[in-house]
């Protein structure tokens, strides 16, 4: 009887963790299309026009799409926690370094031989994508400008800036090997942005198992005058954290343009920061800063992608899409609220205190 006890325990407690309202929400979209389309979890084996194996369906688009997304969402949940605000030029900025890829890859036009290796592209829009990160980052940590107000200017500039690297130009890369990063290696029928996404998400699981930058950031969101007066740094972190989003846009940015082995300045990655932030609230984080749990921020990520997916699915309008985001949005805002959650708290104790008194009489 005391073992049962326990048990309720434990399962009470799974609802004030923060991992819960991803999985939540998988859950309910999972249930949702197993009775609307069981179809919709279908995969089949088949070959491209290489003679190659390749996976298809649903959970497979999931998978692929959803991993530059969830790349986004590691830069956008550290920036989060540092600032207590988010980035929304990451659409642009995006932009910006897939247009420095494909000109340095092309040179002044489209090119059936490329310039230069991929990896030079790579890291040359990484260290682009880095700067203007810092550009962020200095209006944010050193001239105190409110994260939404200071990215709001590369937002609005970026994409002309993105055409202006190309001379307005939609420069072509032929070569097959390009295609293989938003795409597949011949031979693996899982898509390769999975593995990119895996590899991202490896490092950081890494870096915050092995160095302060988890501890740091949190600190600086939580309190940035009593992380002062212990002796960090509050202005670094919040500029490191632009700083790594960069990176991760460079990495989204090389996905993006791969996949198509060319650019549309206007339309490549459209809306995606309002994604990314929708991941990282729906992994339960404060949009306010400080604590964060990166686990739930990437598992928030494809389930975004679940959900567009599913309206696709569907058959909804890529037009309407915000409008049903939006009902997400509003339903993570209430449920973030300090009053929905301390509501929730008080259920929670109540909850406990009842298992702990059956435990008591058992």
Do not use: H
């Amino acid at each position: 009887m005391a073992t049962k006890a326990k048990g309720k325990f434990a399962f009470s407690n799974i609802f004030r963790q923060q991992i819960f309202i991803p999985l939540a929400a998988l859950v309910i979209l999972v249930v949702f299309n197993l009775i609307a389309d069981p179809s919709f979890f279908k995969i089949t084996l088949g070959t491209n026009n290489a003679g190659y194996p390749i996976l298809s369906g649903s959970l497979i688009t999931i998978l692929d799409y959803g991993s530059e997304l969830a790349i986004l969402a590691i830069g956008m949940t550290i920036v989060t926690a540092a600032t207590g605000g988010q980035d929304i030029s990451v659409g642009a900025a995006i932009a910006i370094a897939g247009s420095v890829v494909l000109r340095v890859l092309c040179g002044n036009g489209s090119s059936d031989e490329l310039q230069a290796p991929i990896i030079v592209a790579f890291l040359v829009s990484v260290v682009v994508a880095m700067l203007f990160g810092a550009f962020n980052g200095i209006l944010v940590a050193y001239f105190k400008i409110q994260p939404m107000v200071a990215t709001l200017i590369l937002y609005t500039a970026g994409r002309s800036i993105a055409a202006w690297i190309n001379n307005n130009e939609l420069p072509i890369v032929n070569d097959p090997t390009f295609k293989y990063f938003g795409g597949l290696i011949p031979g693996i029928p899982i898509p390769t942005p999975f593995f990119i996404a895996a590899i991202c998400v490896l490092i950081i699981f890494l870096v915050l198992r092995f160095t302060t930058l988890g501890l740091f950031t949190q600190a600086v969101g939580i309190n940035e005058s009593s992380s002062k007066l212990n002796g960090l740094n509050p202005t670094l972190v919040k500029f490191l954290s632009f700083v790594i989003l960069g990176v991760c846009v460079a990495v989204a940015a090389l996905i993006k343009v791969s996949r198509l082995s060319t650019i549309n300045y206007s339309v490549i990655a459209k809306d995606i920061e309002m994604d990314a932030i929708l991941a990282v609230a729906l992994g339960g984080n404060a949009l306010g800063g400080g604590r964060f749990n990166m686990a739930a921020s990437i598992l928030g990520a494809y389930v975004i992608q679940f959900l567009t997916t599913t309206l696709y699915k569907f058959q909804v309008q890529s037009d309407a899409l915000p409008a049903y985001k939006a009902v997400v949005v509003i339903i993570l805002v209430v449920l973030s609220a300090p009053k929905t959650r301390e509501y929730l708290n008080a259920l929670g104790k109540k909850i406990s205190g009842m298992f702990r008194k059956e435990e008591v009489q058992a």
